[in-house]
């Protein structure tokens, strides 16, 4: 069993060594970056073509468009839920904390401040691109997703011509994951290398006034990741759903950890709910869909920076319409925000004006989200892991890890099987 947690274990300590190293080196750990910016690019060349070829051949291979509508819905429940639960915890913790000390830190004018793009331009570009080759881009993620299930849908649609099609798409889905696999034997390199450089540069912002943001977030992310994650897993599947969980996603947290980016997770959070047993048709959608729009992490750090705001203005959060705004703008930022180009400046800003605070503080907000970066992403990532545990709970009932092992032996029969044979030419 300790066989299955070598990797991972091997990256995280990685990552742990190069945050030590950053510490230690400060800026000129920078040195080493190359070796990460290496291992992060490869994992967003393969992104692309993995959530294209795994939606639509989920989709694809669905038997009525009914079930997609199931999963579907049970996804946007699921993530509404999480980040609602989310928001409260944070609201509670420095509700619970709350400091009545004011923040020694200088406000900077940020100068003229760019006006975003109306929501209907923002929703064409998020949800559309002007021509093919801009799919190709993980920067327009929720287009390439439609365009996948769109793809989907047109090959379930014509039957048995588009079997061979159908049979493409699941064979090209397999390689980008065998693919994934190989890649990942660089991983701790580059991922220690990137986290070394990354803390070299963010140590001098880790004291001084933003020292309670991060003294803050940092405890309550471990708790939630701890707590909220295995309470998701143990609704989802019981205790063997807590195993499960727990047994597969170190190498995910260590990816998201270590360079800060969702998406760079995603074929590690694919591999860890096969493992887990999520059906293929719920993890292939709920997993590249939750990449873009479900950050319980960024729902967290909105909620921080808002309280932040709160007290470096010496206002008072706590009362009941400055905390039902706050939930909502934490819910716009992780699940509507995120998915927008730029969503991150247009969520800060939104706080900034709900709430009338001076443009001054717009560098501030945007400082604590660059400190708090790398434990938000990793929530966010994980989250996705543990909400498609819980929708194929709510689809499939109790036995859904069943039906996503017997699955799971099919395509590993499936891939040794030419290998078996190829003695016999």
Not at 201 to 208: A, D, T
Not at 237 to 248: E, L
């Amino acid at each position: 069993m300790l066989r299955n947690y070598r990797f991972p274990l091997i990256i995280l300590t990685c990552v742990i060594l190069g945050a030590i190293a950053g510490l230690v080196f400060g800026p000129d750990a920078a040195v080493v970056k190359p070796f990460g910016v290496v291992f992060v690019n490869m994992m967003f060349t393969l992104v692309v073509p993995l959530v294209f070829f795994s939606i639509a051949s989920s989709v694809a291979a669905m038997e009525s468009a009914k079930r997609l509508g199931k999963i579907m819905g049970s996804m946007m429940l699921v993530f509404i839920s999480t980040g609602i639960l989310a928001a409260i915890i944070m609201l509670t913790v420095l509700w619970l904390f709350r400091s009545s000390e004011p923040l020694n830190i200088t406000l900077t004018d940020p100068g003229a401040v760019e006006k975003p793009e109306s929501i209907s331009d923002q929703i064409v570009q998020t949800l559309t691109v002007s021509e093919f080759g801009e799919l190709l881009s993980p920067s327009n993620m929720l287009a390439l997703i439609i365009f996948a299930v769109l793809v989907g849908f047109a090959t379930s649609g014509i039957g048995k011509a588009g079997d061979p099609f159908r049979e493409f798409l699941k064979s090209a889905s397999a390689v980008f994951l065998k693919l994934v696999s190989l890649v990942m034997y660089y991983a701790p390199i580059g991922l220690g290398a990137y986290f070394a450089a990354l803390i070299g540069e963010l140590g001098p912002q880790l004291v001084g006034g933003y020292v309670r943001a991060f003294v803050i977030y940092f405890p309550v992310t471990i708790v939630y990741f701890c707590v909220a994650f295995t309470l998701y897993a143990y609704i989802a599947g019981g205790t063997k759903g807590i195993k499960r969980f727990w047994s597969n996603i170190l190498e995910p947290t260590a990816i998201a950890l270590g360079t800060g980016s969702s998406v760079a997770c995603l074929p590690a959070n694919l591999k860890a709910a096969q493992r887990a047993g999520v059906p293929r048709d719920i993890r292939e959608t709920i997993i590249p869909i939750g990449a873009t729009i479900h950050m319980e992490g960024s729902v967290l750090s909105a909620i921080l920076k808002i309280s932040f705001l709160f007290t470096l203005f010496q206002r008072d959060l706590f009362t009941v319409e400055n905390m039902l705004i706050a939930v909502g703008i934490a819910l716009l930022s992780g699940m509507v925000m995120s998915g927008i180009p730029s969503g991150g400046f247009v969520g800060e800003l939104m706080i900034i004006t709900l709430y009338g605070f001076p443009t001054t503080a717009l560098p501030v907000i945007s400082i604590i989200g660059t400190i708090i970066d790398a434990p938000a992403t990793t929530i966010n990532a994980v989250g996705d892991n543990s909400s498609s545990m819980l929708v194929a709970r709510m689809i499939d009932g109790k036995d859904w890890m069943d039906k996503g092992d017997r699955e799971r032996a099919e395509d590993e029969a499936l891939a040794a099987a030419p290998r078996a044979e190829s003695p016999a030419r």
